[in-house]
């Protein structure tokens, strides 16, 4: 069975860094592209980034570029997400999805697995 667990996530003050974690199971790292979203009270989900062998390095959105990076960790089989500089318009509930052809895409209901959200608070 395909699962995705987020975590990781937490109170931080603007400025700060968090890094979430989305552990695998049922699939291999590289079999599927994973990406990471978010969804703030009131506002669509959000594509942040995506990684996949197929298409090579992480790929990012505009509004997070050069602040957050995502990494895989084979031995976890796992993908994290490293977030700096912090806003308090980051704070969402964020999640991370798996895409089954295996190629990147920032279409939200693209992404064929879920797994539960964690919550990031960013305090001013």
């Known amino acids: 069975e395909v699962q995705l667990q987020a975590s990781g996530g937490g109170l931080v003050q603007s400025g700060g860094s968090l890094r979430l974690s989305c552990a695998l199971s049922?699939?291999?790292?590289?079999?599927?592209?994973i990406g990471w979203f978010r969804e703030a009270p009131g506002k669509k989900r959000e594509w942040l980034s995506c990684t996949s062998l197929k298409d090579g390095g992480p790929k990012y959105a505009d509004s997070v570029e050069g602040r957050f990076t995502m990494f895989n960790d084979y031995a976890d089989n796992s993908v994290n997400l490293q977030m700096n500089n912090l806003k308090p318009e980051d704070a969402a509930v964020y999640y991370c999805?798996?895409?089954?052809?295996?190629?990147?895409?920032?279409?939200?209901?693209?992404?064929?697995?879920w797994g539960k959200g964690t919550l990031v608070t960013v305090s001013s």
């Open positions: 049922g699939f291999r790292l590289d079999d599927y592209a």
């Open positions: 999805a798996a895409e089954r052809t295996g190629y990147c895409t920032r279409v939200v209901p693209a992404y064929d697995y």
